[in-house]
């Protein structure tokens, strides 16, 4: 078995790509709960598997290998060592706040008592007070939150597999997320990449681990060639883990540019990707709200340094003739969102207009509701592949967000 990483491009033609397929996790909260979970509405989950299955026959009827992460997840926790499993169930519960007691030790049975697949697809769709006997009488469960119903909090956007992990190069990253709500996600991850069969004991490069400090999610890491990777400053990525994630690259002598696009810290824009994307070699979709009035934004450039620095950093604003210069194409087209139209421009975006899923060189994945933003596209020269949006663009996020490519074809 060799590496079954391979990510040198944003475009190359889609080879193998996780997904996660919206389950119970997606219904299972209140709108008072809502918002702590980073969702806007509450998804109507037929649908939204309706719309998710098309989603995952388009990449496959595209040539994807498409891999399912409850089933990595499920594959690895039934394997032949039982104690990975224990250990997993103890560390799953100790990061949602159960770490001894008796509530601790009936979450523990309860979960080691089902079958593997079920327990996964527990786990992930979180565990209500009610569905659990503690036996002995609990003073934390009688008096601490008492109204909650959760002892185990729902992980509702799991079906964004981009944001846990960033395959890149012949590696990853294992994200630090930013908020509590998805802070447990990459531990499904970590699970898969240290054994699953597919990865374990290949050596494969943990550019940054979730044990880090500082933040970074998937959403905000483009890998735009096969020397040049793009993050975004963001509401989910601190330039902190940035510089980490440069360092690592640089010293593995896997790509030498790494651009740091400082882009606005709200919910809408929480990632790069929700607001530019690489559709073709000299293709990006862009958002016009993350340009100032000249059309600028902070851009830095970092390359391996010298005896003194281990960086060597450059601060630009003219993003355009950055991407120019660190690409060497001489002309590059910006599709704006919406067409540049205000109102367009920001309900589109709100709907992941620009985050388009790119599985060949000018062929990308988009939300059917975005259909100005689709035909501007269209007059670009891409090729357009639209899918159902009504339920799953409820958490906020598209395409790209809602795929981990594993591996790519070179170009
Ligand atoms: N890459 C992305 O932009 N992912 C979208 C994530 C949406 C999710 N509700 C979140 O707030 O994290």
């Given at each position: 078995?060799?590496?079954?990483i391979?990510?040198?491009?944003?475009i190359?033609?889609?080879?193998?790509?996780?997904l996660?397929?919206?389950?119970?996790?997606?219904?299972n909260?209140?709108?008072?709960?809502?918002?702590?979970?980073?969702?806007?509405?509450i998804?109507?989950?037929p649908?939204?598997?309706?719309?998710?299955?098309?989603?995952?026959?388009?990449?496959?009827?595209?040539?994807?290998?498409?891999?399912y992460?409850?089933?990595?997840?499920?594959?690895v926790?039934?394997?032949?060592?039982p104690?990975?499993?224990?250990?997993?169930?103890?560390?799953?519960l100790?990061?949602?706040?159960?770490?001894?007691?008796?509530i601790?030790?009936a979450?523990?049975?309860?979960?080691?008592?089902?079958?593997?697949d079920?327990?996964?697809?527990?786990?992930m769709?979180?565990?209500?007070?009610s569905?659990?006997?503690?036996?002995?009488?609990?003073l934390?469960?009688a008096?601490e939150?008492?109204?909650?119903?959760y002892y185990?909090?729902?992980m509702p956007?799991l079906y964004?597999?981009?944001?846990?992990?960033?395959?890149?190069?012949?590696?990853?990253t294992?994200?630090?997320?930013?908020?509590?709500?998805?802070?447990?996600?990459s531990?499904?991850?970590?699970l898969?990449?240290?054994?699953?069969?597919?990865?374990?004991?290949?050596?494969?490069p943990v550019?940054r681990?979730?044990?880090?400090?500082?933040?970074?999610?998937?959403?905000?890491?483009?890998i735009l060639?096969?020397?040049?990777?793009?993050?975004g400053?963001?509401?989910?990525?601190?330039?902190?883990?940035?510089?980490?994630?440069?360092r690592?690259?640089?010293?593995?002598?896997?790509?030498?540019?790494?651009?740091?696009?400082?882009?606005p810290k709200t919910h809408?824009?929480?990632?790069?990707?929700?607001?530019?994307t690489?559709?073709?070699?000299?293709?990006?979709?862009?958002?016009?709200?993350?340009?100032?009035?000249?059309?600028?934004?902070d851009?830095w450039?970092?390359?391996?340094?010298?005896?003194?620095?281990?960086?060597?950093?450059t601060?630009?604003?003219?993003?355009?003739?950055?991407?120019?210069?660190?690409l060497?194409?001489?002309?590059?087209?910006?599709?704006?969102?919406?067409?540049?139209?205000?109102?367009?421009?920001?309900?589109?975006q709100?709907n992941d207009?620009?985050n388009?899923?790119?599985?060949?060189p000018?062929?990308v994945?988009?939300?059917?509701?975005?259909?100005v933003?689709?035909?501007?596209?269209?007059?670009?020269?891409?090729?357009?592949?639209?899918?159902?949006?009504?339920?799953?663009?409820?958490?906020?996020?598209?395409?790209?967000?809602m795929?981990?490519?594993?591996?790519?074809?070179?170009?």
């Open positions: 078995m060799t590496n079954p391979h990510i040198f491009s944003e190359g033609n889609l080879q193998t790509v996780m996660k397929r919206p389950a119970d996790e997606v219904q909260f209140t709108p008072q709960m809502m918002q702590r979970l980073l969702f806007d509405d998804p109507y989950l649908i939204a598997q309706k719309e998710h299955d098309q989603f995952a026959q388009v990449l496959r009827d595209n040539g994807a290998n498409v891999l992460l409850e089933e990595l997840v499920a594959e926790l039934n394997g032949q060592r104690e990975v499993k224990q250990q997993f169930v103890k560390t799953i100790a990061e949602s706040g159960h770490t001894r007691g008796a601790t030790a979450l523990n049975e309860f979960l080691l008592n089902m079958p593997t079920l327990m996964v697809a527990k786990i769709a979180g565990i209500r007070k569905e659990l006997d503690v036996g002995a009488w609990s934390v469960r008096a939150d008492e109204d909650y119903p185990l909090d729902p956007n964004f597999t981009r944001d846990p992990s960033a395959f890149i190069g012949s590696g990853l294992i994200n630090n997320m930013t908020f509590a709500a998805r802070k447990r996600e531990l499904f991850t970590e898969v990449i240290n054994y699953h069969p597919m990865f374990a004991g290949q050596n494969i550019w681990d979730r044990n880090q400090i500082g933040r970074i999610e998937g959403g905000d890491e483009l060639n096969d020397h040049v990777v793009a993050i400053i963001s509401e989910r990525t601190s330039a902190e883990a940035i510089e980490d994630v440069a690592s690259l640089f010293a593995a002598g896997q790509f030498d540019t790494v651009l740091a696009i400082s882009i809408a824009t929480m990632h790069l990707d929700t607001v530019f690489m559709v073709n070699h000299d293709q990006f979709t862009v958002y016009p709200g993350i340009l100032d009035a000249k059309g600028d934004i851009t450039i970092m390359h391996p340094g010298d005896d003194q620095h281990d960086l060597r950093v601060h630009r604003t003219d993003l355009k003739n950055v991407l120019k210069e660190v060497n194409v001489s002309e590059l087209d910006m599709i704006q969102t919406g067409g540049g139209d205000p109102i367009i421009a920001g309900r589109e709100w207009g620009s388009t899923l790119t599985i060949a000018g062929v994945v988009t939300y059917d509701r975005n259909f933003s689709n035909q501007l596209l269209i007059e670009h020269g891409i090729k357009v592949l639209e899918v159902a949006s009504s339920e799953l663009s409820r958490g906020r996020g598209g395409p790209r967000c795929s981990c490519p594993i591996a790519r074809a070179d170009l």
